[in-house]
């Protein structure tokens, strides 16, 4: 079973408006971390947004937000007022214990290609 | 700049060769690990290593293998390349090993093999 799952493999925004990137995750480890990472066209992974099991808010920093729905195992990404420069990969991710082992991986899903029109 | 330092940025080699890519993590982190990302399989995530010593292991080949130095820094060993080993191999680091950590990722050695 996937880890992971991005259902939309494209979208396309209108700049300035918002869009939502959706998220899915299966885990049963009660303590795990989900992240989104940006991949820009110069391909470096860029972190934008931590939502831990635990928190009881929906994460934000700056444009983006998190719409983290726990018992949907989903965490959605929200970036308002989208600019040209938001146009990349968006990778979902969720940190959890690995294979019972003391350590913590990072799983990624497929990704997101985001484009968006001026 | 998230401080990873992964050299070479580019490589290009033919099949049967063997290729070491370098790592160097940011400063006082402890954990190290290597993903490979191809169009086909995505990020995956090859091997962990935590303060000199392999911590976990996920889709690494027999062919490859990794270590991490006493100062931290890590080198991934790839061996008899075959063309399906062309992908951007990324290396990245956080200060410890827990799931409320993030990772930052240096910029990736892109391995064309020919």
């Known amino acids: 079973a996937q880890k992971i799952t991005q259902t939309q493999p494209g979208m396309f925004v209108q700049e300035k408006e918002a869009v939502t990137l959706d998220c899915t995750y299966d885990?049963?480890?009660?303590?795990?971390?989900l992240f989104w990472y940006k991949q820009p066209s110069s391909g470096e992974m860029i972190f934008l947004i931590y939502?831990?099991?635990?928190?009881?808010q929906n994460a934000t920093e700056g444009r983006y937000s998190l719409n983290f729905q726990k018992a949907r195992k989903s965490a959605n990404l929200v970036i308002s007022a989208s600019q040209l420069g938001d146009s990349a990969m968006y990778f979902c991710a969720m940190r959890e214990r690995y294979s019972g082992a003391g350590s913590y991986q990072l799983t990624f899903g497929k990704g997101t290609k985001l484009s968006v029109i001026p | 700049d998230s401080g990873v330092t992964q050299t070479p940025k580019h490589l290009i080699t033919a099949t049967g060769q063997r290729v070491t890519l370098r790592c160097s993590p940011r400063?006082?982190?402890?954990?190290v690990y290597w993903y490979q990302q191809s169009l086909d399989q995505g990020l995956q995530f090859l091997i962990q290593?935590?303060?000199?010593?392999?911590?976990a292991k996920g889709n690494i080949l027999e062919r490859f293998s990794a270590q991490q130095f006493p100062d931290l820094h890590s080198e991934l060993n790839l061996s008899s390349l075959e063309l399906g080993d062309s992908a951007l191999y990324f290396c990245?680091?956080?200060?410890?090993?827990?799931?409320?950590?993030?990772?930052?990722f240096g910029s990736g050695t892109q391995l064309s093999v020919l």
């Open positions: 400063s006082g982190d402890l954990s």
């Open positions: 990245a680091s956080s200060a410890q090993d827990e799931y409320n950590e993030k990772l930052f």
């Open positions: 885990t049963s480890d009660p303590s795990y971390g």
């Open positions: 290593y935590y303060n000199g010593e392999e911590r």
């Open positions: 939502q831990g099991s635990y928190d009881q």
